[in-house]
């Protein structure tokens, strides 16, 4: 399988693992999330719409939570042991409020400070979080991937991908 959806993330641009969890493990997520402080700088929340920047960093006890011995698994067959994270968010978006927002690509990485290093573009910083375009060169060795706790498919979801037009690479 992992060959298949290796080629598919090779060709398309990305590719979908359904169910990597297991409904005791997204139980575990949600209740962590419900649990969260919600008045930290790096939530917003309102009627319809509930947002965690710098997710990871924030809350690193749900890291063994997400990574899971199945997800590392899934993951590390396309990444292999050498890898990071760049940015974490946390997203929940009740059907009735849901927003539109245009087709576009994420191209900022989070960074701890902002050094002016050649290549490295358009410098911005939500909730004291610096971000920053890098070159190509590294845009091209990031995957991206996009964790539904809840049931999700093409006629629902939130992420519509247009194939073969990726940058970096998304694993769904």
Known sequence: MQNNKQKELSENGFTIFPSIYSSDEIRKIT????????????VRKSVDLFAIRQFLKDNSEISKLVFTKNFKSIFQ????NDFFVVKSIYFDKPQNSNWYVPYHQDLTISVDRK????????????????AVQPPLQILENIVTIRIHLDETNEN????RVIPKYSTGHDLI
């Open 31 to 42: 209740d962590f999330i419900a649990k969260i402080d919600t008045t930290k700088s790096t």
């Open 77 to 80: 067959g396309f990444a292999g």
């Open 115 to 130: 050094i002016e290093l050649k290549g490295f573009n358009y410098w911005t910083v939500k909730q004291n979080q610096f």
């Open 156 to 159: 629902n979801g939130a992420l």
